[in-house]
């Protein structure tokens, strides 16, 4: 499953998180905060500065470009 | 970040080596005693662990609803009391106090995992984990939000792993609610294998319970950790297997999910974090925060100076007189030196309070982790990560606890830049001469330029972060945006009412003493002959021992427009404390041309006839000259220890340098420019 960059992400659709960050500094933040591989998510919001927030397990998380595009995801049918 | 990179994390601070045997924030209170059980709150940043600290020992530790409030230990003491409600016996007739425990509560700052990324949680797991067994707590409260269980429940899968006796306190079970997420607590407590009880820390709902449970699980022996399958040893498999666990426990407590609809905090979120309404918006809530704090305490600032300067000195004066100290040197250090100076530190109380009560709102809202997502790309123009905002907005209140805060930060170097930024954040006791000087120079627009220093000690970090990552930082990797955003919350008068009292106490308690420290050293250098004959006491001012050091200083700020000893002399007393500022300037003028304090709202009148006089008939570019100038430089002695513990002596005297520097040419600038104007 290839799937696409989560900042290409379209808003309020179901997604899963196919691909882990590629940025060894925030992988062990994003997965403490529940997103890493087969996690389910959609993206809530664009934010100021070009990040995006998520929901993840009912968390609301705010990202930042550079972590939005070492993330991939597809959408859930 | 594998386990043994833990070794690798840069700290500064000096850690304690356990929490029974040490006390790292005298601050905070003391323990139970040494046969008391140690029990430590733990738990994600966010969810609630130092708001249950002062529920539970009645101690005012900082509360925010924001990740990162706690990066210090705090101890106290919780009494717990057996109640008809927390009572285990079968049928209770405990008497009143029976089986009272006294228990040594420890508030540790929130990790979302024990493999840490930061000096802050770096500390959580030493004190926690690293310890000797005979030295880690008896018991761990691990509070886990409910409205993101499986989010919380990935710290609790490793504490469980531990030999820990374990309760988990769930909280925030009102916002769940409010999502229709529906949960089951003896569910959830068979799938983690410890007890499980609800609490609400801001409502004080469901503590006797925790007591309860607490108190049970002290008189147990340490269970058993919770296994791992054999033969794992990769950590990302030992990960999956975590959250396993996670989704099984979830999956095992969850009566109802909840709909998936926008809450509200989604729909307030769609303006305040979105691209320029965002930032719009954070703008406008600041500028509203200082109009209101200026217009609204005004005239209760006005009220309080005319009574001080009117009838209590009036008052004093005549006591003096009956007693025949009329004129003497006794009625000058009282009349014109502590009650000037502690009158007038009085007058801001009104203007502090709605100032503290403002920013308890905004924290307890959530909205700062909103306002740390739209600087964010300001943040990272000047070599910070998002993360660092919260720092530098404590700095707002207070610089000495922002440098404290700066733990929240991963990167040493990090922490170092933010160190040397949080001075530029104009902290309240600047506001009070900002306040001052906008009334008796800008009369009804005091409030926009006030909120304008406040832009102004942006634009001043924004240019000194720029120049240094320019070239000390320069190459510097910053990590990019992760940011947990907490629901937003209705605050609650205790909360908020609890959070002003602390600040307004704390200010009032540092500031008056610095005062009555200061006013007495001023008046002892103005009573110092210098030059002359006149004797101890009565010396003409301008030639007393502060009045010519001042002088000798006064040159260098001439090309500024602020070049008399009389404001010089501000300058260096406020170099100690800004709050001794403008009881320095009182006690000058009112030992300058005594008598004439008794007419209310005359220093304002003293302040700007010196810098029409300095500044050659130029006294506004004069005025905002000194006001940035008092912006830009050392804020305090207290900013300089807090700094020389967190980042060195090294750093610390280079921050100074720059300081001044900063401050220096930007006064000069803005004079030399503002008179060809005005």
Redesign the interface.
């Known amino acids: 499953m290839a799937g696409f960059s989560l900042a290409q992400a379209p808003l309020h659709t179901p997604l899963l998180l196919v691909g882990g960050s590629q940025c060894v500094v925030a992988e062990c933040r994003l997965s403490a905060l529940g997103l890493r591989r087969g996690a389910r998510l959609s993206v809530l919001q664009k934010t100021a500065g070009g990040g995006r927030v998520v929901v993840v397990g009912g968390s609301r998380i705010a990202l930042g470009p550079q972590v939005l595009e070492g993330l991939t995801a597809d959408v859930i049918a | 970040?594998t386990e043994p990179a833990l070794k690798q994390l840069p700290l500064l601070a000096v850690r304690p080596p356990s929490m029974k045997t040490t006390c790292h924030s005298a601050g905070a209170g003391l323990g139970a005693g040494e046969d008391a059980p140690v029990v430590a709150l733990v738990g994600s940043p966010n969810t609630g662990k130092s708001t249950l600290f002062n529920a539970l020992t009645g101690s005012r530790v900082t509360m925010g609803n924001w990740p990162g409030t706690t990066v210090e230990v705090s101890r106290g003491v919780w009494r717990t009391t057996r109640t008809a409600a927390s009572c285990t016996c079968q049928e209770c007739d405990c008497e009143p106090g029976e089986g009272r425990v006294d228990i040594t509560l420890v508030d540790l700052p929130g990790a979302?995992?024990l493999?840490p990324?930061s000096p802050d949680e770096a500390l959580t797991r030493e004190l926690l984990v690293d310890a000797p067994v005979d030295e880690r707590p008896d018991v761990s409260i691990l509070l886990v939000d409910a409205?993101?269980?499986?989010?919380s429940l990935?710290?609790a899968s490793q504490v469980r792993e531990r030999p820990l006796r374990v309760v988990l306190a769930l909280t925030m079970l009102d916002v769940a609610a409010k999502?229709g997420?529906e949960l089951d607590l003896s569910a959830l407590s068979a799938a983690v294998g410890c007890p499980v009880v609800g609490i609400d820390p801001r409502r004080r709902a469901g503590l006797d319970e925790l007591a309860a449970a607490v108190r049970d699980l002290v008189a147990e022996p340490v269970p058993q950790p919770r296994p791992h399958p054999e033969g794992i040893t990769d950590s990302l498999a030992i990960?999956d297997e975590r959250?396993g666990w996670v989704s099984a426990a979830v999956e095992a407590a969850t009566l109802d999910h909840g709909s998936q609809q926008?809450s509200l905090?989604?729909r307030v979120?769609?303006w305040a974090?979105?691209?320029?309404v965002?930032?719009l918006l954070f703008l406008a809530v600041m500028w509203a925060v200082f109009q209101v704090t200026t217009s609204v305490a005004a005239p209760f600032q006005d009220a309080l100076d005319g009574f001080f300067s009117g009838p209590l000195s009036a008052a004093a004066g005549a006591l003096f007189a009956a007693v025949g100290l009329g004129g003497s040197w006794v009625e000058g250090l009282v009349v014109d030196g502590l009650i000037a100076g502690v009158g007038m530190l009085l007058t801001f109380v009104p203007l502090m309070a709605l100032m503290f009560v403002l920013l308890a709102l905004l924290e307890d809202s959530g909205y700062l982790?909103r306002a740390a997502?739209?600087t964010?790309?300001l943040m990272?123009a000047i070599g910070l990560p998002?993360r660092a905002f919260l720092p530098l907005l404590v700095g707002y209140g207070c610089n000495v606890p922002a440098i404290s805060a700066t733990r929240i930060l991963?990167s040493a170097r990090q922490r170092i830049l933010t160190s040397l930024l949080v001075p530029f954040t104009s902290c309240t006791a600047r506001l009070t001469v900002f306040v001052m000087l906008g009334a008796a120079f800008f009369g009804p627009q005091a409030g926009t330029v006030v909120f304008a220093m406040y832009v102004a000690s942006i634009v001043i970090i924004v240019g000194v972060g720029l120049l240094l990552r320019g070239t000390l930082w320069k190459g510097e990797?910053v990590?990019?945006?992760?940011?947990?955003?907490p629901?937003y919350q209705m605050p609650t008068v205790r909360l908020t009412a609890s959070v002003t009292w602390v600040r307004l106490k704390g200010f009032l308690q540092t500031a008056s003493g610095i005062i009555v420290v200061t006013v007495c050293a001023v008046w002892l250098l103005q009573s110092v002959p210098a030059r002359g004959d006149a004797g101890f006491g009565e010396v003409a001012v301008q030639d007393s021992v502060y009045s010519v050091a001042a002088q000798a200083i006064a040159p260098v700020f001439a090309p500024a427009g602020f070049g008399t000893w009389e404001t010089t002399s501000t300058l260096v007393v406020g170099f100690v404390a800004k709050e001794a500022v403008i009881s320095s300037w009182a006690q000058t003028f009112a030992v300058d041309e005594p008598g004439d304090s008794a007419s209310p709202g005359t220093l304002g009148d003293r302040v700007r006839a010196d810098f029409t006089e300095s500044s050659g008939g130029h006294p506004l570019p004069a005025a905002i000259a000194f006001m940035v100038f008092l912006l830009a430089y050392t804020p305090c002695v207290a900013t300089l220890a807090a700094q020389q513990r967190e980042i060195g002596t090294k750093w610390t005297v280079f921050g100074v340098a720059l300081q001044l520097v900063v401050a220096w040419s930007l006064a000069v600038v803005i004079f030399q420019v503002g008179r060809l104007f005005w």
């Open positions: 970040m979302y995992s493999v990324d409205s993101r269980l499986s989010h990935y710290l999502r997420v990960d959250f926008a905090s989604d979120d769609r974090t979105a691209p320029i965002g930032p982790a997502v739209v964010d790309r990272r998002g991963p990797v990590e990019p945006l992760v940011i947990d955003l629901a």
